[in-house]
């Protein structure tokens, strides 16, 4: 009798739990398909990567601990693979996007990632792993909200926007690859693209009693390669437009690009010179020390974010390993990887 009982009590609590899960972590599918496509974000037309016939590819919003279920279609003539950049993929190294732990999936496949957003909030980017892909598109922003029983020290923005900003070449990603390949540099790039165009504009209502809590307030912030930040803009100036500039560090010609920031009761274009960016005193033959706490089993790709010496070989790959196997460390391989090289033909483990 009393055991009955704690085994049904046990079996109440499972389902509880179970219940519990699925109200609170969503799932999300999607189904993005990879096609070529011409864009000309510099002028001349030219060949890009789309993802659902868009350039950059769709904003991926999700909400803290979501379960994406995420359908990928190469229809490129060559393997494709996008990486999550900054989801930590906790246990599950397995969806994280990289040759070391998925295959590439060939021309005319598909592969459908399975991860969650688990405790993170912020926003992130996604981008092809493979080849010279990241040169040509294919990457886009993912934006990880707060739960709404989650309170963040700041009111509820009127908006937001996701600015990808990166460095843009007229030769195509196979041209790229074939000067890596036959052992010169890159080229310096022809431009910069704010959300893959030259002048994106953003509209934000102007808020007389703008504030909020925050910690810091900058006039321009240092974003290096491969990195993405989150920060709230409080549109309490003069109603006019106003530049968005990015520009980059250390390099001899400064490459600029330009967004317009409208207020809805600006009758003032923009004009005039843009502003120079921060002098050029710190980072050049300095190092830096890395402090990483490997607290996520699995097979991890380090890499160069400068994408032309990561296809070099500026990678590795660092295992986190615990030498007992639990579910509780480490989840197992999907049952739908694709296998690939000596694996073809192997047994699923
Ligand atoms: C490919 O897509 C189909 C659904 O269209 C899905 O059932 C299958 O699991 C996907 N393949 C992989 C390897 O995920």
Redesign the pocket.
């Known amino acids: 009798m009393g055991r009955a009982f704690l085994v049904y009590f046990l079996a109440i609590l499972a389902l509880w739990s179970v219940s519990v899960v699925k109200a609170e972590d969503a799932y999300k599918y999607y189904t993005w398909t990879v096609t070529y496509g011409t864009a000309a974000p510099l002028g001349p037309s030219q060949q890009v990567i789309l993802i659902n016939g868009q350039f950059p590819g769709p904003t991926l919003d999700t909400v803290t601990n979501d379960n994406i279920i995420l359908?990928l279609?190469n229809k490129l003539d060559q393997p494709f693979l996008l990486t999550w950049n900054g989801i930590k993929q906790r246990k599950n190294s397995w969806q994280d996007g990289v040759l070391g732990t998925n295959c590439p999936i060939p021309p005319n496949?598909?592969?459908?990632y399975k991860f969650q957003t688990k405790d993170q909030i912020g926003s992130y980017t996604y981008f092809p792993s493979t080849l010279m892909h990241r040169a040509a598109g294919g990457f886009g922003a993912i934006n990880v909200y707060a739960r709404s029983v989650i309170p963040v020290p700041y009111a509820k923005p009127d908006g937001d926007f996701s600015l990808l900003i990166g460095d843009w070449f007229k030769t195509s990603h196979k041209g790229l690859q074939q000067i890596l390949d036959s052992g010169k540099p890159l080229p310096f790039p022809e431009g910069i693209l704010i959300n893959g165009q030259g002048r994106p504009s953003f509209s934000g209502d102007q808020e007389v009693e703008g504030s909020h809590v925050l910690q810091n307030i900058y006039d321009s912030l240092d974003i290096h390669v491969g990195q993405s930040v989150t920060v709230l803009v409080t549109l309490n100036q003069a109603p006019k437009d106003y530049y968005i500039v990015a520009s980059t560090r250390f390099t001899q010609t400064v490459l600029t690009a330009t967004g317009v920031l409208h207020y809805t009761n600006s009758q003032v274009p923009v004009s005039g010179p843009v502003p120079a960016g921060p002098t050029n005193e710190v980072y050049p033959n300095s190092w830096t020390a890395i402090l990483v706490s490997l607290d996520n089993q699995g097979m991890w790709n380090m890499r160069s974010a400068m994408w032309g010496r990561q296809y070099l070989g500026q990678q590795f790959y660092l295992r986190v390993y615990n030498p007992t196997q639990s579910y509780a460390n480490e989840y197992d391989m999907p049952s739908?990887?694709?296998l690939c090289g000596k694996a073809v033909g192997e047994k699923h483990p």
């Open positions: 359908n279609i496949a598909n592969y459908t739908n990887a694709l």
